[in-house]
Each structure stands twice: as structure tokens, then as C-alpha cells.
């Protein structure tokens, strides 16, 4: 069993910075996978980013060159910078591990960019 705790999340005005974590615990495979979705009032959960262990990355078009995916394997944790944040970034933001079984979710926490 894994479980995910998110952490950062906060209010922040446009143009601000953000970064959030994602302790991993249990048992975690050199193939899993961790990223992160987010989730809007209204609309579906999207992937913004997801990074392997050995660091490939992939990222929604909306925050590329805003956003920086990394992991600690060490630490058993992901993380999500988040720089020139837009209102349109506002959501609850959920981290994620996939695996070949299935996926696990962390309870997700809120990001808010307002002034």
C-alpha cells in the first residue's frame, strides 16, 4: 500500500511562485511513476506533470516553461515549482503514483492565484 501527502499549497497573487511536495510512503518501485493532476471547480482532473526515476519528464502544454517537475528517491518525494502563476492555475492539485497495478492519490491540496 502507498499513501501520498501533499504539501505547499497556499494563496498566492499572479506572477507569484509556489512549490509543492509530495511524500511517498510504502513500498516504491524503480518503475513507478509520479506526477502530479490538477483539478478545477467544474472540470475533469488533467495531468500537469510526471516524471520516471530516472528523470524523464512530461508536461501539460499549459505550464511548460513555468513549471518544473523533479523527484527525490532518497526521499521518496516529488515536488512541483511553479513560477508565473496564472488565475487560470487556481485548483486543487492531487499528486500521483502509477504503477502497473493501478494508481494511488494523495487527498490533493489547494492552490489558489488571485490578487
Known amino acids: 500500500q502507498v499513501q501520498l501527502v501533499e504539501s505547499g499549497g497556499g494563496l498566492v497573487q499572479p506572477g507569484g511562485s509556489l512549490k509543492l511536495s509530495c511524500a511517498a510512503s510504502?513500498?516504491?518501485?524503480?518503475?513507478?511513476?509520479m506526477g502530479w493532476y490538477r483539478q478545477a471547480p467544474g472540470k475533469q482532473r488533467d495531468l500537469v506533470a510526471s516524471i520516471t526515476t530516472g528523470g524523464g519528464t512530461n508536461y501539460a502544454d499549459s505550464v511548460k516553461g513555468r513549471f518544473t517537475i523533479s523527484r527525490s528517491a532518497a526521499k521518496n518525494a516529488v515536488y512541483l515549482q511553479m513560477s508565473s502563476l496564472k488565475p487560470e492555475d487556481t485548483a486543487v492539485y492531487y499528486c500521483n503514483l502509477r504503477r502497473w497495478t493501478g494508481d494511488y492519490w494523495g487527498q490533493g491540496i489547494q492552490v489558489t492565484v488571485s490578487s
Open positions: 510504502g513500498i516504491i518501485f524503480s518503475s513507478d511513476v
